[in-house]
């Protein structure tokens, strides 16, 4: 028997769900069979974007913020902005 491979998804297409998804306009089981994934996926992937949210806005130094040498604010800004994707990547 074959093992079928796992589907990965790339950031872009994970952040266009969790938008999808906090707009509330449609019910969790109709944005997932418009992208053609399972209701939990959509559900999983905006509890990781909120709670990713919440800890970048709560002030909390990041792990490049608590190193010796402190980054330029445009770099800090920027890992900002990545740290969202990265949060809705997972």
């Given at each position: 028997?074959?093992?079928?491979?796992?589907?990965?998804?790339?950031?872009?297409?994970?952040?266009?769900?969790?938008?999808?998804?906090?707009?509330?306009?449609?019910?969790?089981?109709?944005?997932?069979?418009?992208f053609g994934?399972?209701?939990?996926?959509?559900?999983?992937?905006?509890?990781?974007?909120?709670?990713g949210?919440?800890?970048?806005?709560?002030?909390?130094p990041?792990?490049?913020?608590?190193?010796?040498?402190?980054?330029?604010?445009?770099?800090?800004?920027a890992v900002?902005?990545?740290?969202?994707?990265?949060?809705?990547?997972?």
């Amino acid at each position: 028997m074959v093992k079928k491979a796992r589907k990965r998804y790339d950031a872009a297409f994970k952040e266009k769900v969790v938008l999808e998804a906090m707009k509330e306009q449609k019910t969790l089981s109709q944005i997932a069979s418009e992208f053609g994934i399972h209701a939990n996926q959509v559900s999983q992937w905006k509890q990781q974007a909120v709670s990713g949210l919440r800890e970048l806005l709560s002030g909390k130094p990041s792990k490049l913020e608590t190193d010796e040498e402190t980054p330029p604010s445009s770099l800090r800004c920027a890992v900002k902005v990545d740290s969202i994707r990265l949060f809705i990547k997972l």
